[in-house]
């Protein structure tokens, strides 16, 4: 399968600091996603990119596809305690069974 | 509307034995996934569906079989289980598989084999 490379591993923050995680491959992809997962749940769409170059945001969070279609990352700004959780980025070519993840961040928040 | 649901949340199998795992959703969508997550490996993917009647194999189906015998539902099979099979499985749907194509994840199935 592909490999997804996602740095750093783990981050450890203070409440209202800015945060930033990145996602390279060694593959093109026509789709970058980004997904959280809460304790005990399934991992939950965050942002999807669909075009190199694409800046799109969704309230605090911001993320980019990089030109290369190889990278892409994510920002999160002024975090709060329920930021809280893992972040994968996910690389998607075409057809079904081509969705692939990276190894995904973990965020903790310190109030 | 529940979304994906996956039954059941926990199971603890000793080595060779067997089990299902039962995966439903209620979106009416046509694509379904399973996935196996381990520490440090994010999620792979075990087998998918296209449709109803349809399955087939993606990154690491060895171990495990699957059947989409009604459009909402879709199995995942355990014939003879083994350590190595310890893991969390996620099962996730979508409308469809490329572009707009979110997939929505049920919220998993923790496995441990003995």
Known sequence: GQ?????????FIQEGEDVSMNCTSSSIFNTWLWYKQDPGEGPVLLIALYKAG???SNGRLTAQFGITRK?????????????????FCAGQGTGANNLFFGTGTRLTVIP | NA?????????????????????????????????????????????????EGTTAKGEVPDGYNVSRLKKQNFLLGLESAAPSQTSVYFCASSYRAL???EQFFGPGTRLTVL
């Open chain 1, 71 to 87: 990278d892409s990352f994510l920002n999160i700004s002024a975090s709060i305690p329920s930021d809280v959780g893992i972040y």
């Open chain 1, 3 to 11: 490999q997804l490379n996602q740095s750093p591993q783990s981050m």
């Open chain 1, 54 to 56: 694409e800046l799109t």
């Open chain 2, 99 to 101: 572009r707009g194509g």
């Open chain 2, 3 to 51: 979304g994906v649901t996956q039954t059941p949340k926990f199971r603890v199998l000793k080595t060779g034995q067997s089990m299902t795992l039962l995966c439903a959703q209620d979106m009416n969508h046509e694509y379904m996934y399973w996935y196996r997550q381990d520490p440090g490996m994010g999620l792979r993917l075990i087998h998918y569906s296209v449709g």
